[in-house]
């Protein structure tokens, strides 16, 4: 089992940032890779970031490309995601996930095996 708690979310004017974290515990060594998502009202959850546990790989929406980036630090077991230049549009409960399978595709939703709850994120326009 792996529990994962996100922080860091909260009210922030458009074009502002924010970092998120979120941390792990439990078996976290057999984690592959973590990864964000958001869901905005009335929409679906959707594939933000992701990194690999060995940092090697990275991947991200287009939508947030250039403005938001992850990090992790394995010694602490937290990933990180920093959000510059916010929009209106970036405004959604943003999820931590892990999976401990070496899945090929990290954007999809279903190769994750655990999720943490949820953290606001609200833009002001």
């Known amino acids: 089992q792996v529990q994962l708690v996100e922080s860091g979310g909260g009210l922030v004017q458009a074009g502002g940032s924010l970092r998120l974290s979120c941390a792990a515990s439990?078996?976290?060594?057999?984690?592959?890779?973590m990864g964000w998502f958001r869901q905005g009202a009335g929409k679906e959850r959707e594939f933000v970031a992701a990194?690999?546990?060995?940092?090697?790989?990275?991947s991200y929406a287009d939508s947030v490309k250039g403005r938001f980036f992850i990090s992790s630090d394995y010694v602490k077991n937290t990933v990180y995601l920093q959000m510059n230049s916010l929009k209106p549009e970036d405004m959604a409960v943003y999820y931590c996930?892990?999976?401990?399978?070496?899945?090929?595709?990290?954007?999809?939703?279903?190769?994750?095996?655990?999720w943490g709850q949820g953290t606001q994120v609200t833009v002001s326009s």
């Open positions: 996930a892990a999976t401990l399978r070496a899945v090929v595709l990290l954007t999809n939703p279903a190769a994750y095996d655990y």
């Open positions: 439990g078996r976290t060594f057999s984690m592959y890779a």
């Open positions: 990194i690999t546990s060995t940092g090697g790989r990275t």
